[in-house]
């Protein structure tokens, strides 16, 4: 019973640490996304339409990962 509780409590740390991570990875994903559009507005497309490309591939990849680790923890 002990180290099922464990391993039951790590896993919930995992989880709670992916959210974590997630939050900061949004913040810096906004900075992308605004400096994407910034060089975009001003003439730059070949540099900020990539930038804007990975601004929401970083996007799409914390909404995810946001959703399974809720959907984990609510277990």
Do not use: C, D
Not at 15 to 40: M, W, Y
Request: glycine share 6%; charged share 25%; net charge positive.
């Amino acid at each position: 019973m002990k180290k099922e509780k464990k391993q039951m409590m790590n896993e919930r740390q995992k989880h709670i640490a992916i959210l974590r991570s997630n939050r900061q990875l949004l913040k810096i994903n906004v900075l992308i996304l605004s400096i994407g559009l910034a060089l975009s507005y001003l003439g730059h497309e070949k540099i900020g339409e990539p930038v804007l490309w990975i601004g929401i591939i970083i996007f799409i990849y914390t909404t995810i990962t946001n959703l399974i680790a809720r959907k984990n923890l609510k277990k």
